[in-house]
Antibody, heavy 120, light 108 residues
Framework: EVQLLESGGGLVQPGGSLRLSCAASGFTFNSYAMSWVRQAPGKGLEWVSVISGTFGSTHYADSVKGRFTISRDNSRNTLYLQMNSLRVEDTALYYC?????????????WGQGTLVTVSS | EIVLTQSPGTLSLSPGERATLSCRAS???????LAWYQQKPGQAPRLLIY???SRATGLPDRFSGSGSGTDFTLTISRLEPEDFAVYYC?????????FGQGTKLEIK
């Protein structure tokens, strides 16, 4: 059974940094791309970033490009999202999601999310 | 960036009725790389449909997806009480993998 467990969320001031983690199990981690999707309170889903399997090519939404960095540690079956220069508008529930393919595809498994609140 | 527009924003129907949800793309989606997700309050999204018309594992056959190019549809043939939720479409053929704004399916 695929399991994704996010952690690392919390309250941070504008301009601050936070690193999210997603521990994965139940599948061959390095064979699949992984992604982050966020949802602001009461709003819809926003795709944030994706990283491919072994070689780790990355893509970002324009809203986070240059501030967020996605990475993975295939030896630890863990996905990360380093978030710098955080803004109030980054406040959201951040979901880790497994992608259906090695480099791209749809999100076929989701974690329960970790809440990031950016506020002074 | 491909923009997805879902309609209607809210759909009010009764159990047993048929629901038709629309997703229109600002440009053609390659190879019908279009997915649908269901989200209930307090829960993570759940994959329903991928490749525009393929059902996810275990999905009841009252759910069906169709369409190509720029126009896609999710149909629920006979609504069950557990189907009332928010539904999102997503294109995953071109980065960024954009989502529609969602359609809320509520009980009439």
């Amino acid at each position: 059974e695929v399991q994704l467990l996010e952690s690392g969320g919390g309250l941070v001031q504008p301009g601050g940094s936070l690193r999210l983690s997603c521990a994965a199990s139940g599948f061959t981690f390095n064979s699949y791309a992984m992604s982050w999707v966020r949802q602001a309170p009461g709003k819809g889903l926003e795709w944030v970033s994706v990283i491919s399997g072994t070689f780790g090519s990355t893509h970002y939404a324009d809203s986070v490009k240059g501030r967020f960095t996605i990475s993975r540690d295939n030896s630890r079956n863990t996905l990360y999202l380093q978030m710098n220069s955080l803004r109030v508008e980054d406040t959201a529930l951040y979901y880790c999601a497994k992608i259906s393919g090695y480099s791209s595809g749809y999100q076929n498994h989701w974690g329960q999310g970790t809440l990031v609140t950016v506020s002074s | 960036e491909i923009v997805l527009t879902q309609s209607p924003g809210t759909l009010s129907l009764s159990p047993g009725e048929r629901a038709t949800l629309s997703c229109r793309a600002s440009q053609s989606i390659s190879s019908s790389y279009l997915a649908w997700y269901q989200q209930k309050p307090g829960q993570a999204p759940r994959l329903l449909i991928y490749g525009a018309s393929s059902r996810a594992t275990g999905l009841p056959d009252r759910f069906s997806g169709s369409g190509s190019g720029t126009d896609f549809t999710l149909t629920i043939s006979r609504l069950e009480p557990e189907d009332f939720a928010v539904y999102y479409c997503q294109q995953y053929g071109t980065s960024p993998g954009t989502f529609g704004q969602g359609t809320k399916l509520e009980i009439k």
